[in-house]
């Protein structure tokens, strides 16, 4: 029962990952169509995260009322909702509205399952569940591709990953005794405490440390994957073809090096994972920061640098229940997703800005800096629950 359990939750991290890069992918035809801005693409986006930071700070209230595996069910059910609302959708301003289901959904999905694995299973399973988000999120680019190619539009791709995620709700739905058979314990201790509000949450030890290292974190990664190409193209004068499929690389290190990362998780431990993956970061930001004319070096470096964010994500989110407390978990997960997207959501256009001003090239300065901060917080948390 428990095996068929996880599996369900993989398939869940499958369907977590679709929708995060469609708009993308998809973006360059609804735009014509809607006769808008290509900038547009960014208050669709804004709108997206501002759900997901509102359900992930509600996160606790509701799993702790209904249990992790109807929330992630009703989530699920919210974004097939929503993008099936993006496929019939024929103004801009209709976007933006399917876009706030959009978001609750997949903040609640992000808070709930994270949590519910960190509680009830190994690290390497963690690595493992996020590497398979990896995967969701880079099949629905192609699945996108193929019905744009075929003359099918748009509409078409958003309505095929609608019913897929229709499938998985169905799937979840009927998975429901599992979970509650699985997390019985936890669960009723967690049902018979008060949720905990955003102050008392930071006002617990080492919380704002945390988040602020996560915050560091997902600004590194998605700054990286977003500005990559257009540092190599503009800065060091790669041709844009070969930018892209690094840039796409990128990613690849990230999902192969959490699949890779599942084989030795549970002996190294979460703290060892992050600071080996901190350490890989820097050396991969210093590759891409070479003042060589070689430009493979820095090409790999980029990878090296995905390789490195691998065991990040989810070695900070497994360890959560260990640094906090079971009870606290739900909560100051559900805090952590809301700081990741706010860093993911601000931090990249940033460095637009900056790099306007300045110029490109401090692309390896600015990832370096969001590294060494995450790396510091990292440390000082391990000291500060070390004197508790």
């Known amino acids: 029962m428990v095996s068929l359990l996880i599996v ?11 929708p995060d890069s469609l708009l ?16 547009y693409a960014g208050i ?12 992930s700070l509600m996160s606790d209230r509701l799993t702790r009322r209904f249990g992790a ?8 059910l919210m974004t097939a909702v929503a993008l099936f609302g993006f496929s019939i959708s024929g103004s801009f301003f209709l976007l933006c509205l399917w876009a706030i289901p959009y978001g609750l959904g997949a903040g609640a999905i992000d808070a709930a399952l994270n949590n519910y694995v960190a509680l009830h299973y190994a690290s390497r399973h963690m690595s493992w569940l996020h590497c398979f988000w990896g995967v969701g999120a880079a099949t629905s680019p192609y699945i996108m591709s193929y019905h744009l190619t075929r003359g099918l539009g748009w509409t078409s791709g958003y309505r095929f990953i609608a019913i897929i995620q229709v499938i998985v709700t169905v799937i979840l739905f009927l998975s429901l005794p599992l979970w509650k058979k699985k997390s019985v314990a936890v669960d009723q201790h967690k049902l018979s405490s008060t949720p905990l509000s955003l102050v008392q949450i930071l006002k617990i030890k080492g919380v704002v440390i945390v988040l602020i290292s996560f915050f560091s974190y997902i600004a590194l990664e998605t700054t990286a994957g977003l500005w990559a190409s257009s540092y190599f193209v503009q800065y060091r004068g790669v041709d844009a073809e070969i930018a892209a499929k690094f840039a796409s690389l990128f990613y690849l290190g990230i999902t192969f090096g959490r699949f890779l990362n599942g084989f030795i998780a549970d002996r190294i431990g979460d703290r060892r994972l992050i600071r080996f993956g901190s350490l890989i970061i820097v050396i991969g930001i210093l590759m891409v920061g070479l003042p060589v004319a070689v430009n493979f070096l820095a090409l790999i470096g980029l990878v090296v640098v995905g390789l490195g964010c691998a065991p990040i994500y989810p ?12 009870n606290n978990s739900q909560a100051i997960i559900g805090v952590q997703m809301a700081s990741a997207y706010i860093g993911g959501t601000f931090i990249p256009p940033l460095f637009g800005l900056i790099a306007d001003v300045t110029s490109i090239g401090v692309y390896p300065v600015y990832l ?15 000291k500060k629950l070390a004197r508790s």
Request: avoid cysteine; charged fraction near 10%; aromatic fraction near 12%.
């Open 24 to 39: 993308g992918s998809a973006w360059p035809a609804m735009f014509r169509d809607f006769d808008v801005p290509l900038s």
């Open 8 to 18: 369900v939750i993989y398939i869940a991290f499958i369907s977590l990952g679709l």
């Open 315 to 326: 070695s900070i989110i497994h360890s959560t229940p260990v640094n906090f407390g079971k």
């Open 44 to 55: 669709i986006t804004m709108m997206i995260a501002g759900g997901t930071i509102i359900s």
């Open 368 to 382: 370096l800096f969001f590294a060494l901060l995450m790396f510091i917080m990292s440390e000082r948390l391990i």
């Open 69 to 76: 595996g109807l929330v992630t069910a009703v989530s699920v």
